[in-house]
């Protein structure tokens, strides 16, 4: 990450993972009306896919009805090894919103 | 429906559920190989969400490698009451594979 850069990419992500729903729905909230976000990333894989979905549905609905806006969605798969050395596939979900 | 129309809309849309994981990645695939589609839309809501993914990764990255493009995806929730008059919101997701 280059210093100095007031907005890089990185900024305003949040990534879902398996804390309580609510906690994500207010971080993605707090990125567009306290940190001045003008998009918000919205990152996740595996099972928590359809809990992206429903994070950026909530927001866009619900929280910040008629504020902001479904950009993109990008779909992605990442392939590993696991401890058997088999390889693994893993849908991943970049959601961005988008202030109007 | 409007009959005598050779491709609608609605011809090419696989309905993500329960079944086996490889049903609807054959029934995709097939949509493709032997039905003529140029665009599958694989349709699916609330829990299966993920699996919508996970279908149309497998088949553009494995089944279909170069073959078939992400066109498209769409986000949506749906609303209704439940049984106890509750407003429950489900989310929704449209992914579009085109042939390349």
Chains 1, 2 share one sequence.
């Not at 595996?46 to 866009?60: L, N, P, Q, W, Y």
């Not at 590993?80 to 979900?93: A, C, L, P, W, Y």
């Amino acid at each position: 990450m280059t210093e100095g850069k007031e907005h890089n990419e990185d900024d305003h992500v949040v990534f879902i993972g398996s804390k309580p729903f609510m906690n994500y729905v207010t971080g993605v909230v707090m990125q567009f009306t306290t940190q001045g976000a003008d998009e918000v990333v919205i990152k996740g894989r595996g099972k928590f896919i359809t809990r992206c979905v429903d994070v950026a549905e909530v927001v866009g609905k619900r929280f910040l009805d008629g504020q902001v806006a479904l950009k993109d969605v990008k779909l992605d798969s990442e392939e590993f090894e696991n401890k058997e050395g088999k390889r693994i596939r893993v849908s991943t979900i970049e959601i961005t919103l988008k202030k109007k």
